[in-house]
């Protein structure tokens, strides 16, 4: 089985400030791990992927991702936020199996950006 | 290029009717997924085709169904809607089903049951 459980269902950053969003996952097998952004009325867009190779993973728009096995955690960071990345943020973990896209999606996180 | 594209982008039915939903992947992507986005949750994984074949189910009742075409758009069926069934449809397409391909999302159909 696996899951994905992300803290925190609302984030409030100032602009310029650290964007953090916090992402746990269970798996019983290497997973792979994704981070996505739903902007009002729209469907998802990826903002970045793990998928075995290198740990820390850079995406679109300067966010990035470190997959921690230790920890389980796959956290979003972002040095500096823009009002544009207000929208709702959503971690998710694919099985490590050959045609499979059944996807385990966390409930969101909203994040605002305050000016 | 056109990106996945889903019809109608908006829906209201009554409880008891049956609602047809479509997509169309990006040009060459052979793999369809259907997800279900009640307000204020993540999406729930329903079906994945590839090659026109079920590759896998969600936990969700017989009532939805969906198929593949050989032009590999997709149709979501859901017969005899109820209330809970009000959401946000979302299709993605990705080149072959595999877990470590990239899903391209729609920008879904918001069915709204009465």
């Given amino acids: 089985a696996q899951s994905v459980t992300q803290l925190g269902s609302h984030v409030s950053v100032s602009e310029g400030a650290?964007?953090?969003l916090r992402c746990n996952y269970s798996s019983s097998v290497p997973p792979y791990l994704f981070w996505y952004v739903q902007y009002p009325n729209q469907g998802l867009q990826l903002l970045l992927k793990y998928t075995s190779a290198a740990t820390l993973v850079k995406g679109i728009n300067d966010f990035e991702a470190e997959f921690k096995k230790s920890e389980t955690s796959f956290h979003l960071t972002k040095p500096s936020a823009h009002m544009s990345d207000a929208a709702e943020y959503f971690c998710a973990v694919s099985l490590f199996l050959y045609n499979n896209n059944d996807m385990r999606?966390?409930?969101g996180t909203r994040l605002t950006v305050k000016p | 290029d056109a990106g996945v594209t889903q019809s109608p982008t908006h829906l209201i039915k009554t409880r008891g009717q049956h609602v047809t939903l479509r997509c169309s992947p990006i040009s060459g992507h052979k793999s369809v997924s259907w997800y279900q986005q009640v307000l204020g949750q993540g999406p729930q994984f329903i079906f994945q085709y590839y090659e026109k074949e079920e590759r896998?189910?969600?936990n969700f009742p017989d009532r939805f169904s969906a198929r593949q075409f050989p032009n590999y758009s997709s149709e979501l069926?859901?017969?005899?809607?109820?209330?809970?069934?009000?959401?946000l449809y979302l299709c993605a397409s990705s080149l072959a089903g595999l877990a470590k391909n990239i899903q391209y999302f729609g920008a879904g159909t918001r069915l709204s049951v009465l």
């Fill in chain 1, 105 to 107: 999606f966390g409930a």
């Fill in chain 2, 56 to 58: 896998g189910r969600g």
């Fill in chain 2, 77 to 87: 069926n859901v017969n005899a809607l109820l209330l809970g069934d009000s959401a």
């Fill in chain 1, 18 to 20: 650290l964007v953090l």
